[in-house]
C-alpha cells in the first residue's frame, strides 16, 4: 500500500497518538528506541525515513542520540526546546493539526526539492542546460516581512528578533493590509493576534480567498494558547505563542519564505524554458507532449518508492459555449487566465498542464486521494469566485469547471490514470447546463 511519507518516531514510549495520527494522514510510522539508534540507521531502514520524530519525556534527556546529531533527515522534537533546530520543536501538548501543519511544511520542502530535480532531468530531454536555473536562495537577510497589528508591546519583540535577519514593514490597521499586499512584494506575513471579534483570523481567510495572495506565508503571534488551532483552521501556514515560543518565530517563519521561494523557482522553470518549446501557446502550462514525458517519470518515481500520487482532470465545461458567444478569440483568453490562476493557485511541489481543448491536468506528487480532494476543492473554489474578462466584452465571462480526481494504483499506465482522472460524464453535462 502507498503512503504520503515515511516517519520513524524515536521515543521509549507507544506513542499510540502519534502513530495513529500519521496514519490518518497516510504516513507510516516505526518507532524505534533512542537507545537503539546506531550511526547507519537512516541506511538500515528498509524505507528509509522522510522526517524523524523525537519524543522525550520531561524527565528524560532532551539531548538527539549521537548517533543522529550530525547528519539525519529533517527533524520534529515534541516537548524539546535545547536543540539547535527550533523551527521544527512542538510542545507536549501539540494540536493534530499543528503537528500535521508542521510536518506537512517540512515534507512539501523536500518534495519540491524532488520535482525541482525532476523537472530539469525532464526539461533537459528539451534542451534545457543544468546550469539554467540555481536552487533558491536560503538567505533571508532581504526578505521583506510584513507585521499586521497594533500591539506596541508585540511589536517591539518581534521586530527585535527580526533586527538584521530581515526586512520588517508594520501594518497597524488590518483593514489596509490586503490592499499594501496586493501593491507591493512582501515574502511573508506575521499578524499579531486574533485582535478583538476575530478580526485577525478573518483577514487569513480573505488572503486565502484570494488568487493574488493565495499562497502567501502567514505566521501568528498568539498570546493564548487556546487559540492556536483557530489560527491553523482560518489558513495559517504557522503559530507561535509568546512568550514561551518566540525564538522560533523567525526559524518558522524562514522554512514557509523557502517553500515559497521554491515554488516561484519552479515556475520561473517555465518561463527560461518556454523557447524549448514545452510551453502550451493558448493557456502558457507545460504542453501536452512535455506533460506525456514527464508525468510519466513521475509515475515511475512515485512506484519505486510507494508514494501516493493523485491527479486532477479540471475541465472548462463550457468552453464550446464560450466560443460561441463571445468568439475562439475570447475562448482563448478564457484559457490564458485560467493557466494563469492555476499557476497561482497549486501547490508549489505540483505540475499543471492542459491537456486538450478546456481540461487541465494537475498532478500532485506524495498526496493521497483525501488531501487532493481538498485541495481541488479549495482550487475551485477560488476560480468560482474569480472575474474572467474578454476583449470586446463588457461585463464579467462566467467559466464552468468540473473537476475529476484519480489516486494511483499500482497498475496504472499514464493512459489509465488520465482516464480516470477524468470527471463523471453526468458531472460535465450538468456542469454545462
Known sequence: MPVSASIQIISN???????????????????????????????????????????????????????????????????????????????????????????????????????????????????????????PDREMGKARILLIGDRADLLGDILLRLENKAQPHICRIAATAPQQLRENHFDGVVILGVAPGDSHLRLVNDLRADSRLFSLPVVFVLEHESNREAAYVHGASDAVVTPNEMDSLFPRLSLHIQLSRYRRTLQTLLRIATPLRVADGPSGLYSFGFMQAHLGRMIKDHKARNRYLSVASLHLSNLDDLNTAYGYPAGDQVLRQTGSLLSTLLRGEDFCCRHSGGRFIIAMPHTMEQSARTALDRICSVARHTEFSVFGHDGPVLPIFTPGLAEMKPDDTLESLLERSLPPLSASRDAAE
Open 13 to 135: 514510549h507507544p506513542e499510540e497518538r502519534l502513530i495513529r495520527l500519521l496514519a490518518d494522514a497516510g504516513h507510516k510510522a516505526h518507532p524505534i528506541a533512542p537507545d537503539t539508534v546506531s550511526g547507519d540507521m537512516v541506511a538500515d531502514f528498509p524505507d528509509k525515513p522522510d522526517v524523524l520524530f523525537f519524543c522525550p519525556s520531561e524527565a528524560e534527556d532532551l539531548s538527539l542520540p549521537p548517533a543522529l546529531a550530525a547528519d539525519c533527515p529533517p527533524l520534529i522534537t515534541i516537548g524539546g526546546t535545547t536543540l539547535d533546530e527550533q523551527a521544527h520543536s512542538l510542545p507536549r501538548n501539540f494540536t493534530d493539526i499543528e503537528l500535521l501543519e508542521r510536518l506537512s511544511s517540512l515534507l512539501r520542502l523536500q518534495t519540491m526539492k524532488e520535482e525541482f530535480t525532476r523537472r530539469k532531468r525532464t526539461l533537459g530531454q528539451y534542451g534545457l542546460k543544468e546550469t539554467a536555473l540555481d536552487l
